[in-house]
């Protein structure tokens, strides 16, 4: 009933409003017509916009704080007061590898094997093995048009080093081995030899600078045994080797030391004569910033034989940091032994036993500089005597030619050049040259000196054009002081050699020798090899 009542009320309401606008609204004529325009109902929506408004967001706020500094007063704990260091990482070597192998084939038989380990057993503890083998097998031209000769020479060496380092004293004990067979000429009696030689050693020396007294002692036994000989066969040589050296500091600058050598000498054949040399050699030794002086002598007491003394000297003076002027005068005993024998030449034979040789006097001045970077030069000249030389001389037989060595007294005046430079490992070059002029007193001085140097040169070219690759060539030459028609044609040795890194640790390397073909002697009588090459790989690991 009521909600009739609402719609009538209604009703009325909006008659009551339409009738009043009637009422107020004047008539409507030709000219003027009045357009009533009813507004389209658009009710709002509360809330609406909360459909697609997102709340606001504060953003966040950082309150800024004064920094307070440490300003309380320290006193210095010394004078002038330390300040922090900058860091700096500790600077180290990078660690070689411990491994090493090579090996190489060539023309005429070469073989070049190369074989070194270190063991690193602990921080005080080393170990090193190394073995080697090299050598040939080849036919070649004998001088004069003598023809062909089958030669062949190996040598076999095998060695172990082992040190100990104690808190002020390190122990070295080591072993080597040798070994060498070649034959001789075709004409020789006996046409094949066999050396073999072992050494055992035994060694300290100080470390510690705390120490009263510097030291270092050895003692070592070697033993050298020859197959062939012209006088006797398989004989046996055994040395007992000792050496000592002690020094004393008076000052910072001065030292005082005793050095003391003593061989004794047993053979296995009784026409040979066992004996014992020793040696003492004091001196003085003086050195800071400019000088170094060394002042002493060495005493030599061959017991049944002659009494020798040489001087042992030598003065250095440096200026500008890398200029020295030098002088000295050296000497000393030369044993003849049997493995001296093999260096001056493995060819000769011994027919009967040698003196010892003896340096009386080497006398020499130079000068020594280095102007810039990587650059070192050496100029010298000096004067040497000596005492029963060591000689190969020729020996005219019935059944040929053989080297037979001898002693004699000579003297020769020499003068000579060395040179280096090195560029960042990048370029190397190393030069030098010697003239010898011998002089003897004995008759026939020129057999006597005709296979001794008179002048000696090498020079050796290395460049590495890019990181893996070392390209070298080198050229030799020694020319002999004997007259024409006994003098040996000169050594002249072109050569070239290099190197590549295929991977890392893993190369490969050749050489080539005597490009040029020349025929020469390293030794009286017996030829080298012509043009040859070897080639080979080596590891690192």
Known sequence: MKKKQYILAGTMLVSLSLGAQAQTQPQDTTMNRTVVVEQEYNPDIMDASKVNVLPRVEPPT?????????ATLMPATQIPAGIMQAYTGKETQAKALPGYVRLGYGNYGNLDVRANYLFSLSPKDRLNLTFTMDGMDGK????DNGGKWNSFYYRTHAAMDYVHAFSKVDLNIAGKFNQSNFNFLPDFVSNKQKFVSGDV????????????????????LLVYQRQHDLMVSNIKENIVRTKADVTGSISDEQTIGMAFAMDNTFYSDGRFENHTDVDFNPYYLFQNDDWKIRLGAHVDLAFGKKFRAAPDV???YIFSDSYILYAQGKGGRLQNDFRRLETITPYGITNQQLDNTYEQLNAAVGF??????GLWFNLYGGYQDLKNDLIDTPTVKSDGISNVFL???????????????????IFYLAANAVYRHWTTDSDGSDVVVSFKPAVEGNLNLKVRPISPLLVGIGYQHISRQGVEGNKADPVSNLYLNGSYELFKGISVYARVNNLLNKDYQYYWGYPSEGLSFLGGVSFLF
């Open 368 to 373: 020594k500089a280095s102007p810039v970077s």
């Open 201 to 220: 050693h035994f060694g300290v020396s100080s470390t510690s600078d705390d120490m009263p007294l510097q030291f270092r002692a050895e003692t070592n």
């Open 62 to 70: 950082v309150s800024k704080k004064a920094v307070e500094y440490d």
């Open 140 to 143: 070649l031209d004998l001088p």
């Open 407 to 425: 002693t004699e007294d000579t003297k020769n005046l020499y003068a000579g050049a060395d040179l280096s430079y090195n560029y960042k490992d």
């Open 314 to 316: 030598e003065i250095q």
